[in-house]
């Protein structure tokens, strides 16, 4: 997932996040006060939820399964992956959208009506107008957004969908810079923008792309897939940002990734549904480095 600039945005964006992280240690101070004013005394998180299962009664299953077990976690908020077709379907799966409806309802039902929802269908629908059909269905299960309903290139679509799309529409988690970014905002009209601290050149570029999103009106919800650097990045920007309401989080223990449960030390703690803002230097987290030597590949 190196979006369409290639692998050497990302690869800067991995050494501004260091940097920023070396800087904040030699000060003695946590990243967020290094960039900018504090916006708020805690960051929400939700629980990014994707399913597992070898039909469709299993994935829908699961994904209930997972939504419980994030709020008896104490997320206040929790994110749906339904992705029963498209470019990035569940493997063996292939249902029509009124499958994706039957889970959508099935996960609202699970967590009751004051659990923010979100809903990733990950680029399933190549039309505005067959997503709306399916998007208009789904009006009474009050959705904080739909992320990524169309191919990263139709911001026309995107723009459709924003002024006919009965939620807010999500999108951004493939962009490389702010110049992107302006596109994603100016001609798609995407409601939330989702910048990925990596992927977008890092603390510097995102800190650019929250500052764009304020002066169009529009939210910042970081993308943050999938380990404790990015998640703890996407914190001490969402720190700083006002018009942020929420950072993705994949909870180590509603996840079978080593990768994600293994990679970083002392990360980011969710207390009452919430991460209290970071004090300890930089990032505020430690790599593990035998983790590292584990996973790296030579």
């Not at 269905?137 to 290139?153: A, S």
């Not at 970071?278 to 590949?297: M, W």
Request: hydrophobic share 45%; aromatic share 8%.
């Amino acid at each position: 997932m190196n979006g369409r600039r290639g692998a050497v945005i990302c690869a800067m964006g991995a050494l501004d996040i260091a940097l920023w992280d070396i800087r904040g240690k030699a000060a003695g101070k946590p990243c967020w006060e290094l960039l900018g004013k504090k916006a708020r005394d805690f960051i929400t998180p939700y629980a990014s939820l994707q399913p597992t299962g070898r039909s469709f009664e299993e994935y829908r299953d699961s994904l209930v399964a997972w939504a419980r077990r994030a709020k008896d976690l104490g997320f206040r908020a929790g994110k749906m992956e339904v992705t029963l077709s498209g470019p990035y379907r569940h493997s063996g799966l292939a249902e029509p959208d009124e499958k994706m409806t039957e889970v959508v309802a099935a996960c609202r039902a699970a967590v009751g009506p004051e659990f923010v929802m979100m809903v990733d269908v990950q680029y399933t629908w190549s039309d505005p107008e067959v997503a709306l059909r399916t998007l208009r269905d789904w009006k009474d299960f009050n959705l904080f957004f739909v992320e990524t309903p169309l191919q990263i290139d139709d911001l026309r679509g995107y723009a459709k969908l924003h002024r006919e799309a009965p939620m807010p529409i999500a999108a951004g988690e493939w962009q490389n810079t702010r110049f992107e970014f302006a596109e994603l905002m100016d001609v798609g009209l995407v409601d939330v923008a989702q910048p990925d601290v990596g992927r977008v050149g890092g603390l510097t570029e995102a800190r650019r792309v929250t500052q764009m999103a304020a002066e169009r009106g529009r939210k910042i919800v970081p993308h943050a897939w999938k380990t404790g650097i990015s998640i703890a990045a996407s914190a001490h920007l969402a720190a700083v940002t006002g018009h942020c309401p929420y950072i993705e989080f994949l909870p180590a223990n509603l996840c079978d990734s080593l990768l994600r449960k293994e990679l970083v030390a002392d990360e980011l703690e969710i207390r009452d549904g919430r991460i209290p803002l970071p004090r300890k230097p930089g990032l505020g987290i430690e790599v593990n480095r035998k983790a590292l030597e584990r996973f790296a590949v030579r």
